[in-house]
C-alpha cells in the first residue's frame, strides 16, 4: 500500500528556513515523479515543486530561489528545504506521488501546516 | 499560466440527487485534466485523469466528460460520502488546479 506521511511543518518567523520531509512506504521515490503542493487557508491547491526520477528539479515562480527539492534515497524520503519564508507561503504542504508520466498527482500525503507569521 | 476556473463555487444538492461541477481553462489542455475529491483535514483523492477515466477504486457514479477548455464532473446519485471539495487540475503545461467547488448537503 502506498503511503506517504509529512512532517516538519510548525510556526516559524518571515525570513526563517523549515525543512519538510515526507516519508514514503510501498513505493521507490527514487523512480518516480515526487511534487510537494500546497494549500494556503480558504484557498485552492497550488503546485510548488517537481522532483523528477532522473534528479532534474523544477519550481514555481514564487518559491524559485527560495525552496529546494531533494530525496534520500537510503531513507526513501522526499525533502523540501524553504527558505526566506513569507506570510505568503503559509499553506498545508502536502507530498504527492505524480502518475508514471508525470501528469496527475496519483497519492497524497496527508499534509503538514506551515505558518509564517512574527 | 493556464488559469482554471471553477462553477459554481458552492453547489447545494439532495441526497440521491445528480451534480453537475463545471471546470473551465483559460486555453485549451486538450484531455489533460484530473479531478480530485478532498474532505476537511485529509488528503485530496484522484478520482478522473485524461478528462474522462476515472481512478482505480472510485464509483462508477463518478464521471468526467469534456476536452479542449471546458470540463464536467458529474456525480450521478449522491452519497453522504460524497460532499467534499472538487477541484480541477490541468497537466498540460505544466500544473494549475482550479479554487475547488464545495458540494454541500441540501
Known amino acids: 500500500e502506498v503511503q506517504l506521511v509529512e512532517t516538519g511543518g510548525g510556526l516559524i518567523q518571515p525570513g526563517g528556513s523549515l525543512r519538510l520531509s515526507c516519508t514514503a512506504s510501498?513505493?521507490?521515490?527514487?523512480?518516480?515523479?515526487m511534487s510537494w503542493v500546497r494549500q494556503a487557508p480558504g484557498k485552492g491547491l497550488e503546485w510548488v515543486s517537481l522532483?523528477?526520477?532522473?534528479?532534474?528539479?523544477y519550481y514555481t515562480d514564487s518559491v524559485k530561489g527560495r525552496f529546494t527539492i531533494s530525496r534520500d534515497n537510503s531513507k526513501n524520503t522526499l525533502y523540501l528545504q524553504m527558505n526566506s519564508l513569507r506570510a505568503e507561503d503559509t499553506a498545508v504542504y502536502f507530498c504527492a506521488r505524480l502518475n508514471h508520466e508525470g501528469d496527475y498527482f496519483a497519492y497524497w500525503g496527508q499534509g503538514t501546516l506551515v505558518t509564517v507569521s512574527s | 499560466e493556464i488559469v482554471m476556473t471553477q462553477s459554481p463555487a458552492t453547489l447545494s444538492v439532495s441526497p440521491g440527487e445528480r451534480a453537475t461541477l463545471s471546470c473551465r481553462a483559460s486555453q485549451s489542455v486538450s484531455s489533460k485534466l484530473a479531478w480530485y475529491q478532498q474532505k476537511p483535514g485529509q488528503a485530496p483523492r484522484l478520482l478522473i485523469y485524461g478528462a474522462s477515466t476515472r481512478a482505480t477504486g472510485i464509483p462508477a457514479r463518478f464521471s468526467g466528460s469534456g476536452s479542449g477548455t471546458e470540463f464536467t464532473l458529474t456525480i450521478s446519485s449522491l452519497q453522504s460520502e460524497d460532499f467534499a471539495v472538487y477541484s480541477c487540475q490541468q497537466y498540460n503545461n505544466w500544473y494549475t488546479f482550479g479554487q475547488g467547488t464545495k458540494l454541500e448537503i441540501k
Open positions: 522532483l523528477y526520477s532522473g534528479g532534474s528539479t
Open positions: 510501498g513505493f521507490t521515490v527514487s523512480s518516480n515523479y
